[in-house]
T-cell receptor, first 109, second 119 residues
Framework: DAKTTQPTSMDCAEGRAANLPCNHSTISGNEYVYWYRQIHSQGPQYIIHGLKNNETNEMASLIITEDRKSSTLILPHATLRDTAVYYCTLIRGAQKLVFGQGTRLTINP | GAVVSQHPSWVICKSGTSVKIECRSLDFQATTMFWYRQFPKQSLMLMATSNEGSKATYEQGVEKDKFLINHASLTLSTLTVTSAHPEDSSFYIC???????????????FGPGTRLTVL
């Protein structure tokens, strides 16, 4: 079973920041928070991951709360191509990756 | 980034036939490969985990005799759907994993998926 909960769907205007929340209240000390996204009929695409500190890369920023029980993925300037299902998941070592239902993000023109 | 390919990208077959799907890590050696299945408007469901040279570990409810997995090398895993039926029609996705930091975490790279339609 997935150990994360996410809103089923979200909408965001093109050019605005998209903030996608994820709750993981039972996270263990050495579990990483990973975010993937899946554009329709494609394989999942890695976005970003973090353990404790906030992270940023060319795609997004990841904000992890101090207690690590929740996180937020931020797409700073959303485009139409960012429309996808976004999955938040937890991974520890060689542990298998379990996907929840994810958030269906729709970017509107 | 690491690239994972799948072949074929789509396949249509008759009921009762077997279909083989290949998953390759193109520019790295994968410690582990995973097979997922995804039905329309649903999330990915892990079917099995395979390590090179050993038997695959199947998730509960997945028939190992129906979904044969062969992991012949560190860059190739195959999934064979035997005696396929219409209910096996789905989107099959593989991923290949690399261990980082002395196995402190594994990063998975996903293939583009194979759409199987059984008539």
């Amino acid at each position: 079973d997935a150990k994360t909960t996410q809103p089923t769907s979200m909408d965001c205007a093109e050019g605005r920041a998209a903030n996608l929340p994820c709750n993981h209240s039972t996270i263990s000390g050495n579990e990483y928070v990973y975010w993937y996204r899946q554009i329709h009929s494609q394989g999942p695409q890695y976005i970003i991951h973090g353990l404790k500190n906030n992270e940023t890369n060319e795609m997004a920023s990841l904000i992890i709360t101090e207690d690590r029980k929740s996180s937020t993925l931020i797409l700073p300037h959303a485009t139409l191509r960012d429309t996808a299902v976004y999955y938040c998941t937890l991974i520890r070592g060689a542990q298998k990756l379990v996907f929840g239902q994810g958030t269906r993000l729709t970017i509107n023109p | 980034g690491a690239v994972v390919s799948q072949h074929p990208s789509w396949v249509i077959c008759k009921s009762g036939t077997s279909v083989k799907i290949e998953c390759r890590s193109l520019d790295f050696q994968a410690t582990t490969m995973f097979w997922y299945r995804q039905f329309p408007k649903q999330s990915l469901m892990l079917m099995a985990t395979s390590n090179e040279g050993s038997k695959a570990t199947y998730e509960q409810g997945v028939e190992k005799d129906k979904f044969l997995i062969n992991h012949a090398s560190l860059t190739l895993s195959t999934l064979t759907v035997t005696s396929a039926h219409p209910e096996d029609s789905s989107f099959y996705i593989c991923s290949a994993s690399i261990a980082f930091g002395g196995n402190s975490y594994n990063e998975q790279f996903f293939g583009p998926g194979t759409r199987l339609t059984v008539l």
